[in-house]
């Protein structure tokens, strides 16, 4: 039936003084329109008939056709065995259901047979409150009840959030004696393309029907827990104006819109009316758009998590949603919006003026004599690699800048890099500006890595960074978080040698004939994670996608790809008498995509060091520096101890600082608690 529900905001009901305690008199002119509403929208209305030899009562459904005046004529909606014997039925009356009301027509009949009824209208009906909750008819929404190994399919009739009708079928081996009416059943919602509810249902009525039986159930809970319990949530903000969210309701297919009253980058709430309610905890919306002025619009998967009532007397629910998915450019733009309400001077990805902030990099000191010397026969190349950056947005880059008066004075960046871990790079604050500056940027990827990383398309399990050991600011803050979360399994610290060689420094390009360099192997990754365990077990292996069932996979790179730079990974394995010594990682990109080539290096992970030596590493660089465009090759060497050994000059050592995000909560207490600044 359609919805009848609107209609009667405009109808003229009776007086006061009309009225009886649950119960409203409609005029005759105001129930033409309800019917004629109902044929608009090929709904139904309801006939009650009595059977004459046992006062036994039913209701078939009937289509009003259209009315003018006092007569209704009616064709039943569909032929039962009922109508068959409608001469053995006496005609009680009509009634409307919508919403949480009935509205009962005590006409006259004038004839009924077996395709349909005329009726005389009444000058006025009734208007009762039938139900608690208004329920809502559902199309095309199946179901599976279990109970007990006990599978039946069937069909969703109707819903609030309270309760809902369902029709199941009994087929075999299946039998309704199985189902147990005194424990709860388990019900899966869906539609044809996937899960829309699911969750224990208590029975709390049911038919005696044998091939098609109807149940009425209620949901055993009102809140869940979709996610794992957290301390450091997403902030959430109250916007002047409020958006709106609007969507398609998963089981009836009506828009549903209702205001935003809090709003964060991982979940909103809304209120609505109880006795109306549509929100059933639990149920997903598979696509809702949050729509901010009716100008800008984001779309996302959300679940509804919670429904919880203001007080006895007020007749509105609080209803909490979790966003689950969202198109990461969809949800830079919402989390841009957010900083922007916290802190004015914060921004997330904003177009930037690259001038100011190459002069920011020289003033800072990010781009010291040293570095610069290293990058600037490519200072053409890195312009344009960091214009496409900082003007494209694209889903593998973000940057965040503390900006007060126009003028930069913090900064910080992060790349996605490997397939489920963002590299933090290019940390840089002008305290001559701005105390604030360096804690604010820290605070906002803070902020973006707790609201980011439960999105499967942001693809952020691990963030990872380098930083150099008697580098103060990051010593304190990664290499105290890794400390204080003392699990290696949450937050771990390896440290590399550092080093460049001339591109041809060595005339040697063979290797001895006990020796090899080939493709990686997944036996050879199997290895080197049994040989990490021992000597470290952090989170390296899993970080930097050596697991063996990432050998081929690298779907950051079509991304860079798509933007026109570079992005590629090669995996070696060095043996000697088909016993694995090293695995050796090719990194390429851009030059000057980070300042000090981490991303564009050799990483040389040693595993057995026995009779590899200098000579080795160096006829490994002959071997594959050709794929590298600068002049010096920048080499990452691990463990340490090994450069030591075998006396291969480094320059600097560097910490591989990696964070599983499983374990934020921990990494942000520490910051909380040991240095008060997010």
């Known amino acids: 039936m359609g919805d009848v529900q609107e209609i009667f905001n405009f109808i003229d009901t009776a007086t006061e003084n009309e009225e009886l305690k649950n119960e409203k008199i409609v005029r005759k002119k105001n129930l033409i329109n309800i019917l004629n509403y109902i044929n608009f929208q090929d709904g139904t209305l309801a006939i009650k008939l009595k059977y004459c030899k046992d006062n036994r009562e039913i209701s078939l459904p009937a289509k009003p056709k259209p009315c003018l005046g006092e007569q209704l004529d009616c064709l039943w909606a569909k032929k039962t065995h009922h109508h068959q014997q409608l001469e053995s039925y006496q005609f009680q009356n009509l009634f409307i259901d919508y919403g949480q009301k009935r509205l009962i027509i005590n006409a006259e009949l004038i004839s009924m047979n077996m395709e349909g009824i005329s009726v005389l209208l009444p000058e006025t009906c009734c208007e009762i409150i039938s139900r608690q909750m208004t329920r809502h008819f559902c199309k095309g929404i199946k179901v599976q009840l279990i109970q007990n190994c006990a599978l039946f399919h069937g069909s969703l009739l109707e819903f609030s959030t309270l309760s809902f009708r369902i029709e199941i079928a009994g087929v075999k081996p299946w039998t309704f004696q199985w189902i147990n009416p005194e424990i709860p059943v388990y019900i899966i919602l869906s539609n044809d393309i996937e899960i829309l509810y699911s969750g224990e249902c208590r029975i709390l009525r049911q038919g005696s029907e044998q091939k098609m039986r109807t149940m009425v159930l209620e949901p055993l809970r009102n809140e869940i827990r979709r996610l794992k319990r957290k301390k450091y949530r997403s902030e959430r903000q109250e916007l002047i104006p409020s958006p709106n969210i609007i969507f398609r309701h998963p089981f009836t297919g009506k828009i549903i819109d209702l205001k935003v009253i809090d709003l964060s980058a991982t979940g909103f709430a809304v209120d609505e009316k109880k006795d109306s309610s549509v929100l059933l905890p639990g149920m997903l919306t598979p ?57 004015p001077n ?69 790349l996605r890099f490997y397939e489920n871990s963002w590299l ?255």
Not at 292 to 297: D, E, K, M, T
Not at 302 to 311: F, I, L, N, P
Not at 523 to 542: A, F, P, R, T, W
Request: glycine share 4%; aromatic share 12%.
């Open 424 to 678: 933090i790079h290019h940390f840089a604050a002008n305290k001559s500006v701005s105390t604030k500056a360096g804690l604010a940027v820290l605070d906002q990827i803070g902020q973006f890595i707790n609201d980011s990383h439960i999105l499967y398309s942001l693809h952020m399990n691990f963030v990872f960074c380098y930083f150099r050991p008697e580098n103060r600011f990051p010593a304190r803050v990664f290499g105290g978080a890794a400390k204080n979360i003392n699990d290696s399994k949450g937050c771990s610290i390896d440290t590399f040698a550092y080093l460049h060689k001339p591109k041809f420094f060595t005339t040697i390009c063979e290797l001895p004939e006990s020796w090899q360099l080939t493709d990686i192997r997944t036996e050879d990754l199997l290895e080197i994670e049994s040989y990490y365990k021992l000597v470290s077990g952090g989170l390296m292996i899993h970080a930097l996608d050596l697991e063996p069932n990432l050998i081929n996979v690298d779907e950051p790179s079509k991304e860079y790809h798509r933007i026109g730079l570079k992005k590629e990974r090669h995996l070696f394995a060095l043996k000697k008498d088909g016993r694995l010594k090293a695995v050796i990682i090719v990194n390429l990109s851009d030059i000057g995509l980070n300042m000090s080539e981490l991303t564009n290096c050799i990483q040389v992970i040693v595993i057995d060091p026995d009779e590899l030596n200098k000579d080795i590493i160096n006829i490994i660089f002959s071997l594959i520096n050709d794929k590298f465009e600068q002049i010096d090759m920048p080499m990452l060497l691990y463990p340490v101890d090994f450069a030591e050994r075998q006396s291969i000059q480094y320059e600097k050592l560097y910490n591989l600082w990696i964070l599983n995000l499983q374990y934020s909560d921990l990494y942000f207490k520490f910051c909380d608690t040991k240095l008060r600044i997010l």
């Open 346 to 414: 914060s921004y997330l990805c904003n177009k930037v003026n690259l001038d100011a902030l190459w002069n920011f990099f020289f003033e800072t000191g990010f781009i010291y004599p040293e570095k610069y010397a290293f990058i600037q026969t490519n200072k053409e190349k890195i312009k344009t690699t960091y214009e496409k950056l900082y003007t494209l947005n694209p889903n593998i880059a973000r940057h965040f800048i503390y900006q007060e008066k126009g003028c930069i004075s913090g900064h910080m960046a992060m």
């Open 287 to 343: 696509e809702l758009e949050i729509s901010f002025a009716n100008s800008y619009r984001i779309k996302c998967k959300a679940q509804v998590v919670y429904q919880r009532m203001y007080s006895e007397e007020d007749n509105r629910v609080k209803c909490g949603f979790a966003i689950l998915d969202m198109d990461s450019r969809d949800h830079m733009g919402l989390l841009a919006l957010l900083h922007q309400a916290k802190n």
